[in-house]
């Protein structure tokens, strides 16, 4: 994997362990030699990774919409000067789909509802087969244990498939969340349940 994108809050959360496991994970991206994709911001645990990455010596790359260019965000000004490169696009649905196409694996720490839209979009498209590329939830902390637990509760329910939920690869450690990503072969199955229930 030579590029991850990772998605992750815009806020840093109340636990002092979120922001600490999203400069680890920049470090460690950089200390890889994997470039990290992001999306641009300097705010919340956005701006904790970038800076970790690129204080070690990492490339950070931010693809950002206009609209958010400049903007005043939690009280502080967006600054991109030290970002390696960023690229401005039009819209939101642009910018994820410019951050899928440049990155070949996909991460996300902990965050709100951006982070979830963002990480379940990119669920969605690996499950309908229009990429292969490997995808994980850094679980910090446990915040990741009740959409876990809703993922398997789809599961159970019916509306994924065993296959499909495994897509989500989960670990509490970011070193061994890469391996495990570098080591991912998707499994093709199709996304539709129904058809098993009508042989
Ligand atoms: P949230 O988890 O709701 O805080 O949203 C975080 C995600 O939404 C990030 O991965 C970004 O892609 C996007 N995002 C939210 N706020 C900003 C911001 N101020 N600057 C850049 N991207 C943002």
Known sequence: MKRICVFCGSNAGHDARYRAEAEALGRLLASRGIELVYGGGNVGLMGALADACLAADGTVIGVIPE?????????????????????????????????????????????????????????????????????????????YDPLLALFNHAVREGFLRPQNRAMA??????????????AYRPEPVSKWLKEERQL
Do not use: Y
């Open 169 to 182: 690869l989960t670990d509490t450690d970011s070193g061994r969340l890469l391996d495990a990503m570098a």
């Open 67 to 143: 609209a958010l260019l400049g903007k005043e965000v939690a009280g502080r000004h967006v600054d991109h000067r030290a970002l390696t490169r960023l690229e401005v696009v039009d819209s939101m649905h642009t910018r994820k789909a410019r951050m899928a196409e440049l990155a070949d694996g996909f991460i996300a720490l902990p965050g709100g509802f951006g982070t979830f839209e963002e990480f379940c979009e990119i669920l969605t498209w690996g499950q309908l087969g229009f990429h292969v590329k490997p995808m994980g939830l850094l679980n910090v902390a446990g915040f």
